[in-house]
């Protein structure tokens, strides 16, 4: 008894502690207008950074397309990113990184997965600093490395850095929409105040320390978006999609015994929230790419075509890596590999996996403990 009362007073008073210092971040950005860069003027980092005007700081973009540059500053609208939807007046674009870099060193790193590499080293090469605020806001995971392992090897002197990971859609976000999402750092202060920086009326943000796990997962959880979305285009219903989120959760805690993680990182807005955002909705990237894969039935005509970002592609590959490395049974990620990289059919591969051989539930979970 005297146990769990030392333990509530020690919880008590750490949140307390934790109140006192977001009262006080927050404090003193009511009182500082900031000024932000973002690298990107695309759809999900246009949306971040109206929440960031919104809330009162000065915005510069980078956007490489002068023309979409002319129409954030003179419309305030992108079309060919944000649709209908118009920004706060209070973000302007350039199409000159230096300029952008020169702005402000609090950076938004918030471009498409598949430019990451070039994109840090370009800024290396325009302005290489040590003096760098990043707030990373790309979701990446290749050659096992995660974001902000790949920011650290460019800037190995930095700052701070997080991570805003969020599972959303950026049109949404533009209209106001109740959204949640995670910051996420090593450091407590640093994702405190990128908490206090988003967060408002109608945007939350969550501070998270599980750092490694909480980028994993926001890039694993988009492999499962493609299955979701062949069981889709394949005409099956809420059963089938269904079993699929139940049999991917038992393969992901398989890696999760592997890799170490917080279990309850993989229950919170960075895993499982996320996972339902993107297989619940045809708006994703990911389960649009589906569409194209189940039209001709393989996946080598979408691979030479596709000029959209979809960042499951290095992902499989990855996790394809971890299942030989450990002798793992994960059939939903293994037949996503034989689809994208060995020209496996969609049909051939769901009827290999409901032929296996029968099991019992029980056994399922046991592999799951005995994992090491």
């Not at 995670?182 to 988003?198: K, P, Y």
Request: proline share 1%; hydrophobic share 40%.
């Amino acid at each position: 008894m005297q146990c769990l009362q030392k333990h509530t007073e020690i919880k008590s008073k750490k949140t307390a502690r934790e109140g006192n210092k977001i009262s006080l971040i927050k404090f003193l950005l009511s009182n500082v207008k900031m000024k932000i860069s973002t690298i990107w003027a695309w759809n999900r980092w246009l949306a971040l950074s109206d929440v960031l005007a919104y809330n009162g700081n000065d915005i510069l973009v980078y956007a490489r397309d002068t023309s979409n540059a002319n129409e954030i500053n003179q419309y305030h609208t992108s079309s060919k990113y944000l649709w209908d939807k118009t920004i706060d007046k209070k973000i302007q674009a350039s199409s000159n990184l230096q300029e952008v870099l020169e702005f402000s060193n609090y950076l938004i790193i918030a471009v498409p997965s598949k430019s990451i590499i070039s994109i840090l080293k370009e800024i290396k090469k325009i302005k290489n600093s040590d003096n760098y605020f990043f707030i990373n806001a790309t979701k990446w995971f290749a050659d096992k490395k995660t974001i902000q392992q790949t920011i650290s090897e460019y800037f190995p002197v930095h700052r701070w850095l997080v991570s805003v990971l969020w599972p959303g859609f950026s049109k949404e976000v533009i209209d106001k929409n109740i959204s949640c999402l995670c910051s996420v750092s090593n450091n407590e202060e640093q994702a405190l105040f990128v908490q206090a920086l988003f967060s408002n009326n109608y945007f939350r943000l969550y501070t998270q320390n599980d750092v490694i796990w909480a980028e994993y997962y926001s890039s694993l959880k988009n492999a499962i978006a493609i299955a979701s979305g062949i069981i889709s285009w394949l005409w099956y219903g809420i059963n089938t999609k269904s079993s699929l989120i139940t049999q991917w959760i038992r393969e992901m805690a398989m890696i999760w015994k592997i890799q170490w993680a917080k279990e309850w990182t993989s229950f919170w807005l960075s895993g499982l929230w996320d996972l339902i955002l993107t297989c619940s909705s045809d708006e994703s990237r990911n389960f649009e790419a589906w569409y194209k894969i189940w039209k001709d039935n393989w996946a080598e005509e979408f691979l030479k075509n596709n000029r959209k970002t979809v960042e499951w592609l290095s992902v499989i590959s990855v996790v394809e890596d971890i299942i030989k490395e450990n002798n793992l049974d994960l059939c939903i990620f293994h037949s996503l590999y034989e689809i994208i990289y060995k020209k496996a059919k969609p049909t051939d591969m769901l009827k290999k996996i409901m032929l296996r051989n029968l099991t019992d539930e029980w056994k399922l979970y046991q592999q799951i403990k005995h994992v090491s």
